[in-house]
């Protein structure tokens, strides 16, 4: 009889010894053989690790289990609700109850010292190129190339033939990233790593939708123009400038290479000296002139609009602005509301959080802010699991586009989450690289060996 009595005919919870509730209703539901068992343990005394406690509770990648619909309409002027959280999904209202570790990076400055001073290893050589050159970019940069981005070639080779990198010097640019692969200007002697090439050109705020073509021909504001991409296997949406010492922010300029320089240069106009405005507008009324020889041609591909029909098409379609300001598309259903759902916290409040983490001074101030971006990183398992990827991908760019080495884990595991269930896998090879690569300043990878080169 006691024996019958002592019997615990509780169902168990499917989440087992994973289970994140401390919800007493839920305890006393559902039985946790492995947490219940170790209640009545004496707490051993030893220093918690939280960077340790979170590589052990990472969150796994969920199967996909829901489809996401990619030729769903999304609605202009709604935007999709937050799902309503049941207790199956071990959520509560009570956002307290479900602090989990979020992962940190402890600050050591004698260790990176050491560590920057060994010679970088390349593991990761890339077989032999395909002769095809676009093929080969592709191979490079795991993004092709669009048109326009060839004919763009042709016009600085027109000015320049024996250097087309250097065509836009008179206004302060170069060609740079994938260009440097089509004109043949990756030193022979450089290691073909996939990681100096995913990083080449690649500047610290931005994003793997971005893919740097132009930059400043000496590093002086970290002013730079890029093809953004929604998704690796698509073309690129438009082209945008950012300037690395001014932050994240991106200004959309047009959805080809020509729109994009002249915008830039009609921008620039009112900020230079006389002598300086009278090269960008020569170079302005080149562009114009090859593209309205491009037009009557039939080549309808090149334009100078700012904003084009496609461009703003992509405005409607996407689900959040992001810190970095060119926004962010995913798949979404728009009558099931699977794909995206909104970060529970409006963006001041977002980048509080964030700048709490990374400006904290004591290790107790640290852990506190860490606890606070816990809960939204708990609230992305639980979209994960429910189909709604997007949420995940919108806080790990905004986590990427506010900086800090501390939440370098953080952006890493989330984003990568995100893109693998979004079938996006390119863009998180390319974070991996270039997180480990992250740094501020010029962007050629292959700057040492030119050094050696030119000796």
């Known amino acids: 009889m006691d024996a019958f009595l002592s019997r615990d005919y509780r169902p168990e919870c499917k989440y087992g010894a994973g289970c994140y509730q401390k919800n007493p ?189 132009l930059c400043e021909d000496e590093y002086r504001t970290g002013l730079h123009i890029g093809y953004f991409r929604d998704s690796p296997d698509c073309k690129p949406v438009f082209l945008v400038s950012g300037v690395e010492v001014e932050g994240a922010k991106l200004t959309t300029l047009g959805d080809n290479m020509f ?32 593209v309205n020889k491009a037009m009557m041609v039939g080549n309808d591909s090149l334009n100078l609009e700012k904003k084009t029909v496609g461009m703003k098409n992509r405005d409607r379609a996407k689900m959040a602005s992001t810190f970095h300001g060119a926004g962010m598309v995913v798949p979404y259903d728009k009558k099931t509301e699977v794909g995206y759902r909104e970060i529970p916290e409006t963006p001041a409040n977002l980048r509080k959080i964030i700048r709490n983490v990374v400006e904290a001074e004591t290790e107790k101030e640290k852990d506190l802010a860490f606890d606070v971006l816990q809960e939204l990183v708990t609230n992305v398992q639980f979209a994960n699991d429910e189909g709604d990827p997007g949420m995940g991908l919108e806080l790990g760019l905004d986590l990427f586009s506010f900086g800090g080495d501390r939440l370098h884990n953080t952006i890493k595991h989330l984003m990568g989450v995100a893109y693998d269930l979004l079938d996006r896998d390119q863009f998180g090879q390319i974070l991996t690289c270039h997180l480990e690569r992250r740094k501020k300043g010029e962007q050629d990878s292959f700057s040492k060996w030119r050094e050696e080169a030119n000796k």
């Open 259 to 290: 729109s994009a320089l002249y915008h830039h240069l009609a921008g620039q106009m009112d900020k230079v000296d006389p002598f300086m405005r009278s090269k960008m507008a020569k170079m302005m009324e080149k562009l114009k002139l090859w």
């Open 25 to 213: 209703e839920h305890k006393s539901k559902f039985k946790h053989p492995e947490k219940d068992d170790k209640k009545d343990e004496p707490k051993k005394d030893f220093d918690f690790d939280k960077e340790n406690e979170v590589a052990a509770n990472k969150i796994i990648s969920p199967a996909k289990k829901r489809l996401l619909s990619d030729e769903s309409d999304i609605e202009e002027t709604k935007k999709p609700k937050l799902h309503e959280m049941s207790e199956d999904s071990q959520d509560e209202t009570n956002t307290e109850d479900e602090v989990d570790s979020v992962e940190e990076e402890e600050e050591k400055p004698e260790e990176q010292a050491i560590e920057e001073s060994k010679e970088e290893t390349y593991e990761d050589i890339m077989p032999a190129s395909p002769t095809n050159i676009r093929d080969s970019i592709k191979s490079k940069f795991l993004v092709s190339m669009p048109e326009d981005f060839y004919n763009f070639y042709d016009f600085c080779k027109n000015m320049n033939s024996s250097n087309p990198i250097l065509a836009l010097a008179s206004v302060g640019l170069k060609l740079c990233g994938p260009y440097d692969v089509l004109a043949g200007n990756i030193p022979p002697t450089a290691p073909r790593s996939t990681k100096l090439f995913l990083t080449h050109g690649r500047f610290y705020y931005d994003p793997p939708e971005l893919c740097t073509v």
